[in-house]
Structures are given as structure tokens and as C-alpha cells.
């Protein structure tokens, strides 16, 4: 057992990760149904917290054990469910937030210029949900790979 919170061989960051990305999972799902509820206020400041706090998590914790635990086995040990995992949801991780972070200024300022600002958002909008569950989902999957070993002996 280590020092984590849920009794796993995960250290404690790695739970709290966890913990924040399910509840910010959770979050965009309620603030998607703001916007259908047509609460578009609410719904936009929703939505940008949980972008810009991801960011932190994924700069703070995500990026930096990348670079330590995968990295450095790419492309040897892409063979291998612990890296392959773990690369194919930071190569779609990161699409996921930068797709978001667009649409943060996209929708939410004037800061580009009108070519690239977005008239159809709902498109939009509906695609990052869907590809930000499934990097959530390739998340569980890598922490079940990594912190729960006995499953694969
Ligand atoms: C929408 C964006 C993202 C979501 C929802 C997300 C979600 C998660 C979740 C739930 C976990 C399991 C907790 C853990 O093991 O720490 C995880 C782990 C991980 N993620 Fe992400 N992630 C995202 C983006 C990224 C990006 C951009 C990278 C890399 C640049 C990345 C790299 C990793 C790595 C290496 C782990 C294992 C960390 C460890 O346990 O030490 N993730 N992610």
C-alpha cells in the first residue's frame, strides 16, 4: 500500500488527479446541460473554470510524469499497455484541451480576429465533450494499468 487516497499502489497526486479530473468529467456534463437549458451565462463560466483548472492539473501534474515515466520508453515500450495507454491519452489529452482552449477564446472573447472566430458552436462544442470522455476514460484505464498490477498478473 502506498500514501494515496484510495487505498490503491497509486501515490497521492496520482488520486488526487483522479479525483479532480472524474469531478471536472462530471462538471462539463452538468454545464452542458446549462446550455441546453439555454442558461448560456452559467454556462460559459462553467465550462471555462473547468478548462483553465485542467490546464493547471495537466501542467502541474500530468505533463511533468510524462516526461519522467513515458518518455523516455518511446518509441521502444509503445508495444507494452502501460506506455501505450498512457501515450495515446496524453496525444489526445492534449488535442482535447487545446481544442477547448480555442473554444474558450473562440466563443468567449474578441481577441481573434472575425476569420477565426466560430459561428456554429454547437458542432463544436458536442465534439470536445465527447473526445474529453474519452481521454477521461483512457485516464481510469492508464491509473487501473499502472496502480492496480495484481489485475494483470
Ligand atoms: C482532457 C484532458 C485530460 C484528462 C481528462 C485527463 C485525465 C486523467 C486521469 C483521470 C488520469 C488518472 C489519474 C492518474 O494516474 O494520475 C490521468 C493520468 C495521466 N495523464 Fe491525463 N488527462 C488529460 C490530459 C493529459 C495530457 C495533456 C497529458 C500529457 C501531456 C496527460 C498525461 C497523463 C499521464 C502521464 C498520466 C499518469 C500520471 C501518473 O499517474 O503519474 N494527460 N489523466
Excluded at 493547471?56 to 495507454?85: D, N
Excluded at 492508464?142 to 498478473?153: A, D, I, K
Aim: charged content about 15%; glycine content about 6%; some cysteine.
Amino acid at each position: 500500500m502506498s500514501d494515496g487516497l484510495l487505498g490503491t499502489a497509486a501515490p497521492l497526486t496520482a488520486d488526487v488527479v483522479l479525483l479532480l479530473e472524474t469531478a471536472m468529467g462530471v462538471a462539463l456534463l452538468f454545464g452542458a446541460w446549462l446550455a441546453r437549458t439555454r442558461r448560456f451565462r452559467q454556462h460559459a463560466w462553467c465550462q471555462s473554470a473547468i478548462v483553465l483548472l485542467n490546464l493547471a492539473v495537466i501542467v502541474v501534474a500530468m505533463t511533468p510524469s510524462f516526461r519522467v515515466q513515458v518518455l523516455p520508453r518511446i518509441p521502444a515500450k509503445l508495444g507494452k499497455a502501460y506506455y501505450a495507454l498512457a501515450s495515446v491519452h496524453a496525444g489526445l489529452g492534449t488535442a482535447a484541451e487545446l481544442a477547448a482552449l480555442y473554444l474558450l477564446i473562440a466563443a468567449g472573447t474578441r481577441l481573434l480576429p472575425e476569420k477565426l472566430r466560430i459561428t456554429r458552436y454547437k458542432p463544436w462544442m458536442r465534439g470536445v465533450l465527447v473526445l474529453w470522455w474519452l481521454v477521461l476514460a483512457l485516464g481510469f484505464s492508464t491509473y487501473v494499468r499502472w496502480y492496480l498490477p495484481h489485475l494483470f498478473r
